[in-house]
């Protein structure tokens, strides 16, 4: 079984630069999250989507930060403009629903900001 | 709200030597504890879950986790580590009304030295 496909590995921007980030979740897993990892913390949620609906945005900076998922599959997560402070990894999961009885996770993507 | 504290930032250890990774949460209903592994680079890998029944899991690699509700604990162990456990340890919690969303800790560095 194929996991979790996150892209790119690594992404190096300039401040006040747009950049996105891509995911292709499990086949056939509903439940797709996106978290936030600052160096030296547990990943935070940003958004989590049902098919392709969001059912929990309530931590994302929505005046930088969009996703969608589009037709309930891959997801693209985007950041315009970028600041300092964005530099983290970003992981990508998914799970079969939303019983939270197991998330599998991408590889991420490490985002620096200079 | 739930939350997900872990005691230790740091956890030294010679190889073969015995280890345990410390976890407390906080949850006003039932929960489902998961530890997962991070190498450098790397997302994060499932070790163990607890959903209910046992209070002792067992995981991936030779470790082994012990839910005490009474202490709200979910302490990791090995009884006998190897140089390739080096890496970072989350504990994370969730519940049946989350949506699968999971609450992780700041996590504990393994260091095991030869």
């Known amino acids: 079984e194929a996991g979790v496909a996150q892209s790119p590995r690594y992404k190096i921007i300039e401040k006040r630069q747009s950049v996105a980030f891509w995911c292709n979740p499990i086949?056939?897993?509903?439940?797709l999250y996106w978290y936030q990892q600052i160096l030296g913390q547990g990943p935070k949620l940003l958004i989590q989507?049902?098919?392709?609906?969001?059912?929990?945005d309530s931590q994302l900076p929505k005046d930088r930060f969009s996703a969608e998922r589009l037709k309930g599959v891959d997801s693209t997560l985007k950041i315009q403009p970028a600041k300092l402070e964005d530099s983290a990894v970003y992981l990508c999961?998914?799970?079969?629903?939303?019983?939270?009885?197991?998330?599998?996770f991408g590889q991420g993507t490490r985002l620096t900001v200079v | 709200a739930q939350s997900v504290t872990q005691l230790d930032s740091q956890v030294p250890v010679f190889e073969e030597a015995p280890v345990e990774l410390r976890c407390n949460y906080s949850?006003?209903?039932?929960?489902?504890l998961f530890w997962y592994v991070q190498y450098p680079n790397q997302g994060l890998q499932l070790l163990l879950k607890?959903?209910?029944?046992?209070?002792l899991v067992k995981g991936i690699n030779g470790f082994e986790a012990e839910f005490n509700k009474s202490q709200t604990s979910f302490h990791l162990r090995k009884p006998s580590v190897h140089i390739s456990d080096t890496a970072e340890y989350f504990c994370?919690?969730?519940?049946?009304?989350?949506?699968?969303?999971?609450?992780f800790g700041q996590g504990t560095e393994l260091s095991v030295k030869p």
């Open positions: 994370a919690v969730t519940s049946y009304n989350q949506g699968g969303k999971l609450i």
């Open positions: 086949s056939g897993h509903a439940t």
């Open positions: 607890y959903l209910s029944g046992s209070t």
């Open positions: 989507f049902q098919n392709n609906g969001v059912v929990d």
């Open positions: 999961a998914s799970s079969l629903d939303l019983r939270g009885t197991e998330a599998f």
């Open positions: 949850s006003s209903v039932s929960v489902y």
